[in-house]
T-cell receptor, first 110, second 111 residues
Framework: GQSLEQPSEVTAVEGAIVQINCTYQ??????LSWYQQHDGGAPTFLSY????GLEETGRFSSFLSRSDSYGYLLLQELQMKDSASYFC???????????FGSGTQLTVLP | NAGVTQTPKFRVLKTGQSMTLLCAQD?????MYWYRQDPGMGLRLIHY???????AKGEVPDGYNVSRLKKQNFLLGLESAAPSQTSVYFC??????????FGPGTRLTVL
C-alpha cells in the first residue's frame, strides 16, 4: 500500500516563507503532486514533480528527491489568502491514481 | 466551459436508502475519479475510470458502484446507504493524469 506523512499544522506570518515536507512509501511511483484546499472548497492543483529537482510556479515551488522518497512545497511571500490545507499526493498505477496525505493546515497570521 | 460539475450539492439520506451522484466534465478528459473526504483527512479514492465503458476499484470501493456510459459522465451509486458513508464526495477528471481537476463536491449525510 501507500503511505504519506506530512505535518498536520503550520503557522507563519504574512510575507514569510514556509516549507511543508512530505515523505512517502509507495510502489509504482510516477510522481508527487501538491493540491490546495480552502475550507469548504474543492482541491485545486498546485504543482507536480515527476523528476528529481525543483519546480517553480510563481510564489510556489515544489521539490522531489526520489532516492529519499521525500518532497516539499515552498511558499514564499505568504499572503492571508494562502491560509488553507495543503495535500501532497503520490501518483501511481496504470491509471495514474492519486493517494493523498492527510493534509497540512497552513495558517497565515497578519 | 464549466469544467467539472457535480449533482446534487447536498443530500440527506436515511439508512438503507439509495442514491446516485452525477459527475459531468466538458473537457474531453479520459480519466475520471470519485473520492470521499472525511473531516480532517485527505481524499480517498473510491472508483475510477480510464475511459468510456471502463471502471475500476480504488482504495475504498465497498458499498459503492459506478458507471461510465458516456465519456463526459461518471456516476457514483450507493445502493443501501449507511451512516459510515456520511462524507463529502469529490469527482475529478484528468487528461494527462498528472493534473486532476475537481468538482465542487457533494455533501452527503446518512441518518
Amino acid at each position: 500500500g501507500q503511505s504519506l506523512e506530512q505535518p498536520s499544522e503550520v503557522t507563519a506570518v504574512e510575507g514569510a516563507i514556509v516549507q511543508i515536507n512530505c515523505t512517502y512509501q509507495t510502489s509504482g511511483f510516477y510522481g508527487l503532486s501538491w493540491y490546495q484546499q480552502h475550507d469548504g472548497g474543492a482541491p485545486t492543483f498546485l504543482s507536480y514533480n515527476g523528476l528529481d529537482g525543483l519546480e517553480e510556479t510563481g510564489r510556489f515551488s515544489s521539490f522531489l528527491s526520489r532516492s529519499d522518497s521525500y518532497g516539499y512545497l515552498l511558499l514564499q511571500e505568504l499572503q492571508m489568502k494562502d491560509s488553507a490545507s495543503y495535500f501532497c499526493a503520490v501518483l501511481t498505477g496504470s491509471a495514474r491514481q492519486l493517494t493523498f496525505g492527510s493534509g497540512t493546515q497552513l495558517t497565515v497570521l497578519p | 466551459n464549466a469544467g467539472v460539475t457535480q449533482t446534487p450539492k447536498f443530500r440527506v439520506l436515511k439508512t438503507g436508502q439509495s442514491m446516485t451522484l452525477l459527475c459531468a466534465q466538458d473537457m474531453n478528459h479520459e480519466y475520471m475519479y470519485w473520492y470521499r473526504q472525511d473531516p480532517g483527512m485527505g481524499l480517498r479514492l473510491i472508483h475510477y475510470s480510464v475511459g468510456e465503458g471502463t471502471t475500476a476499484k480504488g482504495e475504498v470501493p465497498d458499498g459503492y458502484n459506478v458507471s461510465r456510459l458516456k465519456k463526459q459522465n461518471f456516476l457514483l451509486g450507493l445502493e443501501s446507504a449507511a451512516p459510515s458513508q456520511t462524507s463529502v464526495y469529490f469527482c475529478a477528471s484528468s487528461l494527462a493524469a498528472d493534473t486532476q481537476y475537481f468538482g465542487p463536491g457533494t455533501r452527503l449525510t446518512v441518518l
